[in-house]
């Protein structure tokens, strides 16, 4: 065939070829015809093509109430434009008849097609070629030929997918999506705000484990991330808890760890942190998922740093068998019968070891989210080489940009107690700049006046929650609806797809006037994160908030009986029962309102003690420093250069003079706290000094009673004067008086007094110290030797890139065992001992054996053999102990100390500056050992958590506390012993009284009490025993 001439509509048809013919000889003759639409019986308008014309938006003829589409409007084309033409001109006679505008919001405008996608790292991957049916099966019936993907070809070509994020305006996700949430009609809002402050918090991501392609990650289905892995461990993952590896779902029995995958290399030479503690965690987790697991991780050094991490460290050796492996894994085959993993590593002794394994989980490391660049582009904030934001080491909240603060681990990566101390100092910087304006902007909730439901009959609406189909797919949620309304009080029952939504929430309202209900009951999911609000809806209804109850069917009903629908459906009828019987019995409740002191006590004159007063005081807020010494400074008095050559004294020296120039700071040299009393807004406090005592009245406490360096025992100190401390040498190395001369040999002893049976945990400035004063000392003297003899090297973060520095500059790091210690000689020995010779370590000896040298005698484990090292000097990194007046201190402020004598803050993650008791925080050493950045930033976050007690009018005391029958009292004095926050006290008439604005709710004290005195109101016996009797109502 061939194009002939031009027809009267311009188109070129297809003519035969002369002399082109030739004969097929065929049993069947399928024709393949075109189409057109006969429209001779309707009398509208038609385009020149035959098919009939209409509106492009809404599909109406030029026949009024006719609309038309599919094939005959736009000739032939595929299914989904028919399928959406029927979609469209549904929506058009339902306005039509309704008397709607036709086209008014449906302005669609199409996603613009991506042009060019970047294909930069993106490897071509062929199609997978679908299975299709035998010929001579076709031919025999009409079965589909087609047989589709297997999984495995469905998870591969789903790879293929560029992830280039067109929408193809389906409006699919418009129709399912039960909560209404989707709306295409959407655009862009521009809005500009004015703000007097920005906090940066943009987030890390996990490194992509591609970059170490040895380890299989992509290739061998057994290969995961930790982060993958810790959703095979979540209830709500998609194993529900259960451990099995992807191959075949089997659950494994030997799983290895591979630690620093993506940071500690050369492309990010920093620590990301966070992978050693989490990888112990997933082990420890694991085993218990699977009592038979054989967890091994392979790390170069295990860095549990934090607060409690070491003792977190030794059980998951001890109590759960976790194997630590010290090397670096090389490579990761698969047996591709078995889809076993076999590793090859190099163990610490030098020999190569092959290992299999069922499962291999990668620690991958943190970096910044691709947005961070483009934001810090917009904001002006300076990036460093990682694409981290830029802090400086003695102000780590502020960013390049004035005004611009930072926290979380877009400054570095860090864990979550780092992370949310970061953030409450944030907060705190932002207060510092807007003290002279806080509130003038705030709208303050009215709410209507409250309905006096006293002597009324219990009139309970019940609201039940699909949640989507988080509880309606497994819980019959019209069948508990349905229930719920035959319960006695029971006078108004709804159910709904979300319970939480904004129509919702207005539904509840309406319903509780046009019902005149004083109780209601929400059944849904956890009171833990919408029981607040459901109470806000009824108060803003005009009842009190303490007369509501909830009725957990998701996490009690739907997650956890997913597999047996009608036991989880009766589940929760029995659940509403019980809230409904509760629910009747429940009586208004009304928060104290207490006036607020707005002043601080800061107990200690420390850094930490000092930035949260400098903090608080510019935010407005008068402050009062107690220090126990007749100077300012604390520990800081004796530290001098930080790792990136900052000038600690002259810090310290601004820092010291802002305090006491500050008007809104009153400081108590050599003075102590004792006596307090009272409570969150308004303490009284004795402060005894050298002259005098006197009395101050206080909002909050801040506790930063700093440590203190212990005092060796061992290594000859205090024996030999060659033997010193860090502190001690850093002291002689910046002191231009000293006579102190650069030793030829200097030999580090880290771990001393810490990480063993008396501290078991790490002091964790140690290693970085050393670091420190090596470098300082390489750099004073090139040719001194220094060696670094450690159990591991925590430079965590960016001290990674210090340790890099040291080993570049030549210092040694010999390892050592806490079973096989360091000795230390006074003088030059005979010992028969391997001598430290210059093919061994660098020619560092420095004539070896010379009399009047100590010398260290370490087992090398790479070496396997003992060598001895002459040194001129033995440093030690001695531990750093918490503060002798913290045992004073702890009963005197009824705060708790751990077993190593810190103070214990109330949440490790959530709340990790804060005591149990109310108005109460912590900072610094005295929490745990840190550094000085990360006491700069925990003394922030006091100064923020402490504003929002002192930044309030009046503090509003729940009503959930307990109250004390004085009659019943007899003075047992079980209350005041079981109380875990020593809040009841014995009053002038011989019975127990507890202060309302220091309980806590608890419940201990009425539970406990022998005589029945004391109740906790909204959980009342009454109140209790019938929720505990519909429980067993049909019983």
């Known amino acids: 065939m061939e194009l002939g001439e031009p027809d009267s509509s311009g188109r070129k048809k297809p003519v035969p070829i002369k002399g082109s013919e030739f004969v097929i000889n065929v049993d069947i003759v399928i024709p393949s015809i075109g189409q057109a639409s006969d429209l001779s019986w309707l009398q509208t308008k038609a385009t020149k093509w035959g098919t009939i014309e209409v509106d492009s938006e809404t599909l109406a003829t030029s026949i009024d109430g006719v609309f038309a589409g599919g094939d005959a409007v736009s000739g032939p084309a595929f299914v989904v434009d028919a399928i959406k033409a029927g979609h469209v001109a549904a929506k058009s006679i339902s306005r039509y008849l309704r008397g709607m505008d036709l086209k008014q ?71 399912v999506c039960q909560a209404k949430a989707v709306d295409h009609t959407q655009t862009s809002l521009l809005e500009e705000i004015l703000v007097g402050g920005i906090v940066l918090a943009p987030g890390v991501e996990t490194i992509s484990p591609e970059v170490r392609e040895e380890y299989g990650y992509g290739y061998y289905p057994n290969v995961v991330t930790s982060l993958e892995f810790e959703r095979y461990l979540s209830a709500s993952g998609p194993t529900t808890g259960h451990i099995q590896r992807p191959s075949d779902n089997k659950e494994p029995k030997k799983v290895a760890w591979i630690q620093c995958v993506g940071s500690r290399d050369e492309e990010r030479k920093y620590c990301s942190s966070v992978c050693c503690m989490y990888a112990t965690k997933e082990a420890i987790i694991a085993k218990e998922h699977a009592h038979g697991l054989e967890p091994t991780i392979f790390f170069m050094d295990i860095r549990a740093f934090g607060k409690g991490f070491d003792s977190y460290y030794e059980r998951a050796k001890n109590e759960y068998g976790v194997r630590y492996i010290r090397c670096m894994v090389s490579t990761v085959k698969e047996n591709p019968n078995t889809h076993n993993l076999m590793m090859r590593y190099v163990a610490e002794n030098g020999k190569l070891v092959e290992e299999e394994f069922d499962m291999v989980v990668l620690s991958v490391g943190l970096k910044p989210s691709p947005s961070t660049q483009e934001l810090a582009n917009r904001l002006g904030v300076n990036l460093n080489q990682y694409g981290f934001c830029t802090t400086d080491t003695l102000t780590p909240i502020n960013t390049s940009n004035p005004g611009i603060f930072v926290c979380g681990a877009s400054s570095e990566p860090k864990d979550i107690p780092e992370t949310v101390m970061q953030a409450s100092g944030a907060a705190a910087c932002i207060g510092e700049l807007l003290g002279d304006v806080r509130g003038s902007e705030i709208i303050r909730k009215e709410y209507p006046t409250e309905t006096d439901v006293c002597g009324q009959d219990a009139r309970i609406g019940v609201f039940v929650c699909r949640c989507g189909i988080n509880i309606a797919g497994v819980v019959d949620v019209p069948l508990v609806a349905e229930y719920a309304a035959s319960l006695s009080n029971v006078v108004c029952v709804e159910e709904k797809i979300y319970v939480c939504s904004q129509d919702s929430q207005a539904m509840i309202k309406e319903k509780i006037c046009e019902h005149n209900l004083n109780r209601v009951v929400v059944a849904s999911c956890t009171p833990r994160t919408h029981e607040r609000l459901f109470q806000d809806t009824i108060a803003e209804a005009g009842l009190n908030k303490y007369l509501f109850e909830m009725a957990n069917i998701r996490d009690q009903c739907s997650w956890v009986h997913q597999n047996s629908p009608q036991a989880a459906t009766e589940k929760a009828k029995e659940l509403v029962r019980m809230a409904v019987g509760r629910a009747a019995l429940l009586e208004p409740l009304y928060a104290t309102k207490m006036d607020v002191t707005r002043n601080a006590l800061v107990i200690g004159g420390g850094l930490s003690g000092m930035v949260s007063a400098i903090s608080l005081a510019k935010q407005g807020f008068s402050v009062e420093i107690v220090e126990c010494e007749a100077q300012l400074g604390g520990n800081l008095k004796h530290l001098h250069l930080m790792l990136d050559g900052s000038n600690i004294q002259e810090y310290l020296n601004q820092l010291i003079e802002e305090v006491k120039n500050h008007s809104l700071i009153k400081i108590h040299l050599a003075s102590d706290v004792v006596a307090i009393s009272g409570h969150v807004g308004h303490f009284e406090s004795t402060v005894r000094g050298l002259q005098s005592t006197v009395e101050i009245k206080h909002g909050v406490v801040i506790v930063a009673t700093g440590g203190v360096e212990s005092k060796p025992v061992e290594y000859l100190y205090g024996q030999d004067e060659r033997v010193i401390t860090q502190r001690e040498l850093e002291e002689k190395l910046v002191n231009s008086h000293s006579a102190f001369r650069i030793p030829h040999s200097i030999v580090m002893i880290q771990c001393v007094g810490s990480r063993d049976e008396q501290r078991p945990y790490c002091s964790r400035v140690c290693c970085s110290q050393a670091i420190k004063n090596a470098l300082k000392l390489k750099e004073l003297n090139p040719d001194t030797a220094v060696y670094i003899l450690y159990r591991d090297i925590r430079t965590y973060g960016f001290r990674e890139e210090y340790y890099y520095k040291a080993r570049e500059a030549g210092v040694v790091f010999i390892r050592y065992d806490v079973d096989r210690k360091p000795e230390v000689r006074g003088q030059g020995s005979e010992s028969e001992k391997l001598k430290v010779k210059s093919e061994k370590l660098g020619d560092r000896s420095q004539g070896a054996g010379v009399r009047g040298q100590m010398e260290v005698d370490v087992f090398d484990p790479i070496l396997g053999t003992n060598v001895v090292l002459s040194a001129d000097m033995v440093i030690l990194a001695p531990a750093i102990v918490s503060h002798p007046g913290n045992e004073r201190l702890s009963p005197l402020l009824k705060v708790t100390l751990n077993a190593n004598r810190f103070f214990l803050e109330a949440h490790m993650k959530l709340r990790p500056v804060d005591f149990a008791s109310d108005g109460m925080f912590l900072c610094g050493l005295a929490h745990s050992p840190k550094d000085i950045s990360e006491s700069i930033i925990q003394a922030k976050a006091v100064a923020g958590r402490a504003a929002t007690v002192l930044a309030k009018d009046k503090l509003e005391v729940s009503g959930v506390v307990s109250k004390i029958d004085q009659n019943k009292c007899v003075a047992c004095l079980t209350c005041i012993r079981m109380c875990p926050y020593s809040v009841p006290f014995i009053n002038n008439k011989g019975a127990a009284e507890i202060e309302p604005a220091k309980c806590q709710g608890c419940g201990i004290c009425a539970s406990e009490c022998p005589a029945k005195a004391i109740e906790l109101m909204h959980y009342k016996d009454t109140q209790v025993v019938a929720k505990v009797e519909a429980m067993f109502i049909r019983i």
């Open 105 to 175: 919001g449906r302005e669609n405008k199409k996603a613009g097609v991506v042009k060019d996608v970047p294909l930069d790292g993106i490897s071509k991957i062929a199609r997978q070629r679908m299975a299709e049916m035998d010929v001579q099966k076709r031919i025999a019936g009409h079965a589909e030929v087609a047989l589709g993907f297997t999984e495995e070809q469905a998870r591969l070509e789903a790879q293929r997918c560029l992830s280039c994020g067109i929408c193809s305006e389906c409006y699919e996700c418009e129709q």
